[in-house]
């Protein structure tokens, strides 16, 4: 960014990378998928580098408001020294923070999550995804994360992203509204989880496995799902075959990537971004 | 119009009835004041839409559509029973009998539907008590919901066919009377006319039924009223502001301190101008208020309405994934505290002792503090059950009556963090590492940039 403004330049986007996007090793993989359809379609885009600054996401769901409060006005005095207007983000997090939490502290923008942006790709054409290359008749199932689902009414776009691939899509018995928490939101990913029968990514695991597989059975018996109203069962398929968990978050990521293992299942199931989901579609490889 | 000593009777019983829950309603009204000041006003169209929509229109029920259908009838069939409510009071207090019949077809009409819909209120109430006696749903278990939550429940269902059983009677007799005497009665009758058989051909013992059950209904009805404050059911009143006042904002928005925004602005900017705080009405400072809730009156208002408003369904509860993986946290149980905690706390205003389901559960897995010092948090709410919270907003989505159980949860944890410094340690060394390196883990920030290192390799070199 700095870059950019001393040539006097304006990017169209500000990608704001977020910390797992620039530290996590396995998003890191995500953050150049993105970069790298960013690059494909021609968008100006700039990322803050060394200047980008935790949102305080973490800090305010702990409870730490002041913290929060700091870290959010540090990142506002950068936007406006930059003059920054629009935001495309892959974490939800920091997606649901600079858009809602951030006005009453005075700084506003457009703020757009990577599913959103991909959907808008796809739909103007600027993303051919051509026949969704090696996904198609995949299949796959999404995981929603809370903070673009409930927490802000994102449900269709990452299906539709997801529907441009051409893949077999199967449904999780509670999705969308009524989705299950991956375990990692409001600063659990920092802390072990309180004494309980499981961990909440292994019981989302199943539930992802059980509808990859297309088990009734496992499906039936997922603790406290009351009432009936998932999609078509899918057809059952022997283990064995390659499936794909789509996430769109990076603790999700984590989380269900930890659940496969834990279930031993990572060789015939993985766990991938949208964006990597695209980018490889695209023949970008990271 | 027969007026006679019964219409006087009546009239002390109304006043008595109605006088009694207004004393009621006035101290729950207080002991939702005594939450902190939130400004909910404006936004009436949409706010109204939304009452509309999830209060009279039961949306957020459907989303499991055997308890829906079921709640719809007994819901219904309360409205439409209201009407002959109106009827009785006017009948009761000037001596007229039947005094809507002027209506003529609608009247008809008006009484037929509501026959039919009192057959279907008893059914629904078998249902209901089955599912939640016998019938084993998740939701109606949990520690939360034993003694006084678990008859409460039960004491409603078994009123409800009380009351359904003395319209009937009353239906009944008088239809009888009127047939014995030869008389048309006004009105549409498809379940008493099949009942009159059971009854005695005596008129006088049929005059008897008929005040008996007309007695009984009424009568019925205005302890009913009564209990309401007491009970769980007081939600067939509350939902109603509960979701007008409910928020409007993204559920993923969390409220920005203001006290602590002046004080950041402040460390940023020297030059910035703190407001002055606020003063009592006297000029005096007012006592600095805490960060965050440690006990029912550091909750804003809306939240003590909230509990006000809980069915106790556990509809929450049952989509919390940490409940749902055996953690200590309920949502419902949260509500259900801080209800007992402000009724506790400002004295019960009510007839019984409200939703205390026992210590052994409210303090499950803690030490009980002195009864006199205990508060919200750590009395009620223990920190193990706030930290399991993944802010996921299901249980929040889950609510039939728009109550936000995790709005308190991050009170509580705010509290924690800023008052008593007593976060969890992992998360301790979160905050610090953000504090340090601008990121929750222990990277550098100068290594913010290495994801790109590869990336551009050849289109830099
Ligand atoms: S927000 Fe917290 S209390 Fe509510 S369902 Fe999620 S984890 Fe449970
Ligand atoms: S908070 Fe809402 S969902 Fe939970 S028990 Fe009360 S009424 Fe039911």
């Known amino acids: 960014m700095a870059n950019l403004a001393a040539a006097g330049e304006e990017p169209e986007i500000l990608f704001w990378v977020g910390c797992a996007g620039a530290f996590d090793d396995r998003y890191k993989r995500v953050t150049r998928a993105f970069v790298q359809i960013l690059e494909h379609v021609g968008v100006k885009y700039a990322v803050l580098g060394m200047e980008e600054t935790c949102t305080g996401d973490p800090a305010k769901r702990a409870g730490n408001e002041f913290l929060f409060q700091m870290q959010a006005m540090q990142n506002i005095t950068t936007f406006e020294g930059y003059g920054i207007k629009k935001i495309v983000t892959a974490c939800p997090h920091c997606f649901n923070t600079i858009k809602n939490e951030y006005p009453a502290l005075g700084g506003n923008y457009e703020v757009i999550h990577h599913s959103t942006f991909l959907q808008q790709l796809i739909n103007e054409g600027r993303v051919g995804v051509s026949g969704g290359g090696e996904f198609k008749g995949q299949r796959i199932t999404f995981h929603d994360s809370c903070y673009l689902g409930r927490a802000n009414n994102i449900y269709e776009a990452p299906r539709d992203v997801l529907a441009a691939l051409d893949a077999d899509l199967v449904e999780m018995k509670r999705s969308k509204a009524n989705g299950l928490c991956c375990g990692a939101g409001g600063a659990q990913m920092w802390k072990e989880p309180e004494p309980g029968k499981k961990d909440i990514n292994v019981e989302r695991t199943e539930e992802a496995l059980a509808a990859l597989d297309g088990n009734a059975a496992a499906l039936a018996n997922l603790n406290g799902v009351e009432s009936g109203n998932a999609g078509a069962t899918p057809a059952p398929r022997n283990g064995q075959q390659r499936s794909i968990i789509a996430v769109s978050c990076p603790f999700c990521m984590t989380m269900m990537s930890d659940g496969v293992k834990n279930k031993e299942r990572e060789n015939s199931v993985q766990v991938f971004d949208l964006a990597e989901l695209i980018a490889t579609a695209e023949g970008l490889n990271a | 119009m027969h007026f006679s000593i019964q219409n006087i009777l009546f009239l002390l019983v109304a006043v008595a009835g109605f006088g009694l829950f207004a004393w009621q309603v006035r101290k729950v009204r207080a002991n939702i004041l005594v939450g902190r000041d939130r400004d909910m006003s404006g936004n009436v169209s949409e706010r109204l839409n939304k009452t509309l929509l999830v209060a009279f229109g039961q949306q957020k029920m459907f989303k499991r559509i055997t308890p829906a259908l079921l709640h719809l009838i007994v819901y219904v069939g309360f409205i439409v029973i209201n009407v002959e409510v109106i009827e009785i009071m006017i009948d009761g207090l000037f001596g007229t009998h039947r005094a809507l019949s002027f209506l003529g077809p609608l009247y008809s009409l008006l009484v037929g539907t509501n026959e039919v819909l009192g057959a279907l209120v008893i059914v629904a109430v078998a249902a209901f008590w089955w599912r939640r ?38 239906n009944a007799a008088d239809l009888k009377l009127h047939q014995l005497e030869g008389a048309e009665l006004p009105g549409a009758f498809p379940i008493s006319s099949l009942l009159t058989g059971l009854l005695p051909s005596s008129v006088g013992a049929l005059e008897v039924l008929e005040r008996v059950g007309w007695w009984a209904h009424i009568v019925g009805i205005l302890c009913f009223l009564n209990y309401l404050p007491s009970s ?67 909750l804003a208002w809306t939240n003590l309405l909230n509990a006000y408003s809980c069915t106790e369904c556990g509809r929450c509860t049952s989509v919390c994934p940490a409940n749902l993986t055996g953690k200590l946290l309920s949502p419902r149980k949260i509500i259900m505290d801080t209800r007992d905690r402000v009724e506790e706390k400002y004295n019960s205003p009510l007839i019984f002792q409200p939703n205390l389901y026992g210590t052994e559960a409210k303090h499950a897995g803690q030490e009980v503090l002195d009864k006199e010092t205990h508060t919200l948090l750590r009395g009620y709410v223990t920190p193990e059950e706030l930290w399991a919270c993944t802010t996921c907003n299901a249980c929040v989505e889950a609510c039939p009556v728009n109550i936000n159980p995790l709005e308190s949860i991050i009170e509580m944890r705010r509290f924690l963090v800023l008052e008593e410094s007593a976060a969890p340690n992992s998360l301790n060394v979160m905050f610090s590492n953000i504090e340090n390196n601008g990121a929750p883990w222990a990277f550098s920030p100068s290594d913010r940039f290495n994801w790109a290192d590869d990336l551009f390799v050849t289109e830099k070199a």
Request: net charge negative; no cysteine.
């Open chain 2, 133 to 170: 006696n016998v019938g084993g749903v998740r939701r109606f278990t949990g520690p939360e919901l034993r003694m006084w939550p678990k008859l409460d429940a039960n004491i409603i269902l078994y009123v409800e066919v009380i009351l359904m059983v003395a319209l009937f009677t009353m």
């Open chain 2, 232 to 298: 769980k059911h007081f939600h067939i009143i509350m939902a109603f502001p509960n979701v007008y006042y409910s928020r409007l904002v993204p559920q993923g928005q969390f409220s920005n301190v203001d006290s602590i925004t002046h004080e950041v602005k402040a460390m940023m900017d020297p030059s910035y101008q703190v407001p002055a705080p606020a003063t009592n009405p006297d000029g005096s400072a007012m006592a600095p208020t805490p960060f965050g809730a440690k006990d029912v009156d550091d």
